[in-house]
Nanobody
């Protein structure tokens, strides 16, 4: 049973920073690409960032490029999302997700991710 547990969300003012963390268990974490998605009220869940299983490749949504950074620690089975220069439009529930495709390429498509955490709320006030 794969389990993903996010933490680190909260309320922050625009321009501030937050660091989200996801703790994984129940699968071969070190061989799994890991992603972050978010869902704002009334909107579809959207891709934010992904890091390859070895940590050498990462892809970001255009809306967060240059402000967010994804990283992982395979020894601790964790994947983090450092969020800087936060904007009110970053307000959403953020989800950690594990890629189940077993492909070498990383993906931004939600359908590729078969395991999801419960989400953590991030609220950015203006």
């Amino acid at each position: 049973q794969v389990q993903l547990v996010e933490s680190g969300g909260g309320l922050v003012q625009a321009g501030g920073s937050l660091r989200l963390s996801c703790a994984a268990s129940g699968h071969t974490f070190s061989r799994t690409h890991m992603g972050w998605f978010r869902q704002a009220p009334g909107k579809e869940r959207e891709f934010v960032a992904v890091v390859s299983w070895g940590g050498g490749r990462s892809v970001y949504a255009d809306s967060v490029k240059g402000r967010f950074a994804i990283s992982r620690d395979n020894a601790k089975n964790t994947v983090d999302l450092q969020m800087n220069s936060l904007k009110p439009e970053d307000t959403a529930v953020y989800y950690c997700a594990a890629d189940r495709s077993a492909l070498d390429v990383v993906s931004t498509r939600r359908s590729v991710y078969g395991y999801w955490g419960q989400g953590t709320q991030v609220t950015v006030s203006s």
